[in-house]
């Protein structure tokens, strides 16, 4: 149709554009009051050890509805909070969850779980996550180990530019991942530089790939790479019980995805929990590598 009226196309294009400015900018306006009355939420998905079944840790996924324009994806959400210069803000605000949740696991005895967060290098840029992340386990008591980071290198040079910071929280004992492992520019060197404990192979080599013979030899290659540099794997994006039985039989040692877990609200995610196995010496032996 667009190739019969050029002009009504641009029309198109243009109002789409403008909706999409107008829904930008109706969420840096909305956003610094989310944060106050509450209405940002922050999601978990459960990552489980080989079996399938057992959690081996969470992943914290920050949520916003907005009142007009409904969900609002993380990264428009990380993006106008930087136009707003609410960055600290926002990062300080799912640091809370995230500890909340951690204490709420350990009162339930469940030392054994982590939780991720993630944090993108413009944030690592911008602010001191180093000394606000360390800061606030220090005052709550929680050990460095409880937390993982995961950070997605967006451009080439952007691990290289927060180096600093990425040491003081691997030194203090924060667990890194490399997040998306396999797309864009997250490389090999940048394992290295971030001190990387864990890749999580990104979902566009892990879901269909019982099918995709590509993928499956990819995602192969990493786990060797995870045995040969002792580096946890995690394949992302587990959406059926065929991408499932094909990781558990290439030994991949945890997965995540829709099939096993959706992300779930704070409070579903300890009922799951409740329900679920005691990730004990079996997790801790998976992540020993044997
Ligand atoms: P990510 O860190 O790679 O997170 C995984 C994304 O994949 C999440 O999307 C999750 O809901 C989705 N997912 C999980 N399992 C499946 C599956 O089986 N199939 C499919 N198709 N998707 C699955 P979400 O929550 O929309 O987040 C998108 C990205 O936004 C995240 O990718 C992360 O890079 C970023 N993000 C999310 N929360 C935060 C945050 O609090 N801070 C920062 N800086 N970035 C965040
Ligand atoms: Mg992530
Ligand atoms: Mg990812
Ligand atoms: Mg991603």
Redesign the pocket.
């Known amino acids: 149709a667009a190739k019969h009226s050029g002009r009504n196309h641009f029309r198109l294009f243009d109002e789409g554009l403008r909706a999409r400015l107008e829904v930008r900018r109706d969420c840096e306006r909305d956003l610094s009051q989310a944060l106050a009355e509450g209405t940002l939420e922050?999601?978990f998905?459960p990552i489980f050890g080989r079996d399938g079944r057992t959690v081996t840790n969470l992943?914290?996924?920050?949520?916003w509805h907005h009142p007009v324009h409904g969900w609002v994806?993380?990264?428009d959400?990380?993006a106008a909070a930087a136009i707003a210069g609410l960055t600290e803000s926002?990062?300080r605000f799912?640091l809370e969850q995230v500890c909340g949740k951690l204490c709420a696991l350990r009162d339930r005895g469940r030392h054994d779980l982590s939780v991720a967060?993630?944090?993108?290098p413009r944030?690592m840029a911008q602010i001191a996550v180093d000394e606000i992340v360390l800061g606030r386990l220090r005052l709550l008591g929680l050990p460095a180990t409880a937390l993982e980071i995961?950070i997605?290198e967006e451009t080439a040079l952007d691990i290289e530019a927060v180096q600093g910071k990425l040491m003081a929280l691997s030194r203090a004992g924060i667990r890194m991942a490399l997040?998306?492992f396999g797309t864009g520019y997250s490389s090999l060197a940048s394992v290295r530089q971030l001190r990387a404990n864990r890749v999580?192979i990104?979902?566009s080599l892990v879901?269909g790939l019982t099918e995709a013979e590509d993928k499956r030899g990819l995602v192969q290659a990493v786990l060797g790479l995870g045995r040969a540099l002792g580096l946890e794997v995690v394949a992302?994006?587990?959406?059926t019980a065929d991408d499932l039985a094909t990781l558990q039989a290439m030994g991949c040692p945890f997965m995540?995805?829709?099939?096993?877990a959706?992300?779930q609200s704070a409070s579903d995610v300890l009922r799951l929990l409740d329900a679920h196995p005691f990730a004990g010496v079996e997790a801790r032996v998976q992540r020993l590598g044997a």
């Not at 992302?236 to 959406?239: A, F, H, L, P």
């Not at 995540?256 to 096993?260: A, D, K, P, S, V």
């Open positions: 922050v999601w998905q992943e914290a996924l920050v949520r994806p993380p990264a959400l990380i926002l990062l799912i967060m993630n944090v993108s944030e995961e997605t997040d998306d999580k990104d979902r879901t992302e994006g587990v959406e995540q995805g829709y099939h096993l959706r992300p």
